[in-house]
């Protein structure tokens, strides 16, 4: 049987949240097991540029995004796991794709709307232009499926049409990415506004737990979340958003399916949720954090482990742009 080809990515854009841990991270690992996936896996630094950047603070958080996509248990033999700027022709295929994707369909993007009004000082061509680099990424290595929270899901629509749009014209190139996102998980909330998706980047520090949070701040965020008006504990993520969110966290840090929780919690109150819920991100957080400082304190492991995913993904990449490039009549 061929193998399918998984591919994902997270940006070095900050520190790793919850969101980020049990959206996807958590699940690459997962995935990475199942029998006859293939998965590659980028740090998508050219994708972080679209805000700007400091320079020290990118390579840092490049590296420390390294270690924690190892310390999260990505295994980086059997799988690819490389800096997405070691591997040129991702820009070069974001280029040759600009050219077949309309600007009315990136004016459509959630979130280009979204980051356009954050950073309203700094709506770069780059900022537009990143579903087109996500497509890059993914048409690149023929992959079957990206795993992918709900906020990703329009960018891999968009892949998908430029994938058709290409192959209509030049027959056969690109393999026609599925989305793949999980049940329960795909959008964890910020802890003061269960409506929003947990951010990096949200100026409230309560919102947002860092996977590298002490146990100590881990349990004030928690503490201090927005529940919701009433006193029951179920899961209806739309009447109850804030309680939903830790049910959510719970069932997944604890790996308990969600009719038992609802049913531990019966005639209990929001504080008792949301000490067992802070009690089980601690635990489930503490191996991975302890794992982290070893690989974070090695930076030449880092790059060792950088060089060889950049060559391995490289030798793909080339293959495809080289397919490309005859395909549209470029002089080879
Ligand atoms: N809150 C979330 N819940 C579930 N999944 C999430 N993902 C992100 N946030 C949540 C998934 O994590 C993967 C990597 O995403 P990213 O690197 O694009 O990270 P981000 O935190 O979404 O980065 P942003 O959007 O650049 O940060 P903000 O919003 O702070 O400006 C993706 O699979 C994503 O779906």
Redesign the pocket.
């Known amino acids: 049987m061929k193998q399918k080809v998984i591919y ?4 070095p ?1 900050g520190i790793m ?1 919850l ?2 841990y ?3 991270v958590n699940e690459w690992r997962e995935i990475q097991n199942e029998e006859n996936n293939f998965c590659i896996f980028e740090v ?1 630094d050219l994708h972080t540029i679209t805000v700007r950047q400091d320079p020290a603070a990118l390579r840092k958080n490049s590296l420390d995004m390294l270690a924690l996509l190892l310390a999260a248990g990505i295994d980086f033999k059997n799988s690819i796991l490389y800096l997405q700027s070691h591997v040129h022709e991702h820009s070069e295929l974001s280029w040759l794709l600009n050219c077949y994707t309309y600007v009315g369909e990136m004016n459509r993007m959630t ?1 280009f709307k979204e ?1 356009s009004e954050k950073h309203a000082d700094n709506i770069n061509m780059g900022l537009m232009d990143y579903p087109v680099l996500m497509a890059a990424d993914i048409l690149l290595f023929k992959t079957d499926v990206v ?3 709900i ?2 899901r329009q960018h891999l629509e968009i892949a998908r049409d430029i994938a058709l749009r290409f192959n209509n014209i030049y027959g056969d190139t690109f393999t026609v990415p599925e989305a793949r996102v999980r049940k329960m ?5 910020s802890l003061q506004n269960p409506l929003a ?6 100026p409230n520090p309560n919102a947002v737990i860092g996977v590298l949070n002490s146990e100590k701040e881990i349990i004030s965020k928690i503490k201090k979340a927005v529940t919701d008006s009433g006193s029951e504990i179920i899961y209806d993520p739309e009447n109850k958003p804030g309680v939903s969110n830790l049910l959510t966290i719970l069932s997944i840090a604890r790996k308990q399916d969600m009719d038992s929780l609802v049913k531990e919690f019966e005639g209990k109150m929001y504080g008792h949720l949301k000490i067992a819920t802070a009690e089980a991100v601690v635990e489930m957080l503490r191996p991975f954090r302890e794992r982290y400082e070893e690989f974070r304190s090695d930076e030449w492991y880092l790059m060792q482990v950088a060089k060889y995913g950049a060559e391995r993904a490289s030798v793909i990449a080339e293959k495809t742009l080289k397919e490309v490039k005859e395909k549209i009549g470029f002089v080879l």
């Open positions: 994902s990515g997270i940006q854009s949240t969101g980020n049990i959206g996807a998508a979130q980051k795993p992918v929270g906020d990703q998980g795909a959008k964890i909330a998706k947990m951010s990096k980047s949200d």
